[in-house]
């Protein structure tokens, strides 16, 4: 068993960036193998080898290869037990899974359509950016309560919904004239504001920031 998983990912990768952050969080080592998809790295037969789609994330850690993201967090806290990511006990690890089967549920298909209309420069309809807001809103009431989705440390919930805010951001610098209402989606939520504050101040996770956005 090598010392350290390997991480193969992708640069923008939502589900690659939620398991770089798993890792930064809970302070596990990891060597970093970035794919570029403009040379068809994650086609090669040698990573198709590892994950027969093509995708990221993969981390390899002697003969564990693991693919699909919500695993890869499950497989972490058992193989690197410290500073858990699914709650300290039955109840919390039930009530991390709760948050994140309704942050897929609920909250991931609007982000989706209006994250994916704001990325291909697309007329995104009210509804959809309505349906997002109300959604939105209703998880910012939880974190006007508390400093975390997961209480008082950040659980795979916050791993999961930090990477997928992004979308919006990333999606409205690329347009040239964003619907109004997405330019603020964040700042417009104090609540949201601080945590997504709070979660890129923790030591390490502002370097997962995708490399490529800085510059394009
Ligand atoms: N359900 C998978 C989704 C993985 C996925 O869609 N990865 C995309 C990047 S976001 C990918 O690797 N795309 C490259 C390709 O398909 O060529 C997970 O959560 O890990």
Redo the contacts with the bound molecule.
């Keep these: 068993m090598t010392e350290r998983p390997t991480l193969f990912w ?1 640069s923008g ?4 960036w939620r398991v770089m952050l798993a890792l930064t969080l809970k302070g596990v080592a990891f060597e970093s193998r970035r794919l570029d ?1 403009g040379k068809d790295e ?1 086609r090669q037969a040698q990573y198709l080898a590892l994950n027969p ?5 993969t981390p390899v850690w002697g003969d564990v290869v693991i ?4 695993a890869i967090l499950g497989w972490l806290d058992r193989a690197f037990p410290a500073r858990p990511i699914w709650g300290q006990d039955a109840a919390e690890a039930a009530s991390v899974w709760q948050d994140v089967a309704l942050l897929i549920e609920d909250l991931h298909p609007h982000l989706s359509e209006v994250g994916l209309g704001l990325m291909r420069r697309e007329v995104i309809p009210k509804e959809a950016i309505t349906a997002l807001e109300a959604e939105t809103d209703a998880w910012c009431v939880r974190l006007e309560a508390s400093n975390y989705l997961g209480g008082t440390a950040p659980m795979a919930s916050d791993i999961w919904l930090y990477p997928a805010l992004y979308w919006i951001g990333r999606g409205v610098a690329l347009n040239a004239n964003p619907p109004v209402s997405l330019t603020d989606f964040i700042t417009s939520r104090p609540a949201l504001a601080a945590w997504r504050a709070r979660m890129a101040a923790l030591p390490g996770v502002a370097d997962t920031y995708p490399p490529h956005w800085r510059t394009s």
């Design positions: 992708i990768s939502t589900p690659a998809t994650n789609k093509g995708q990221v994330p693919r699909e993201s919500l």
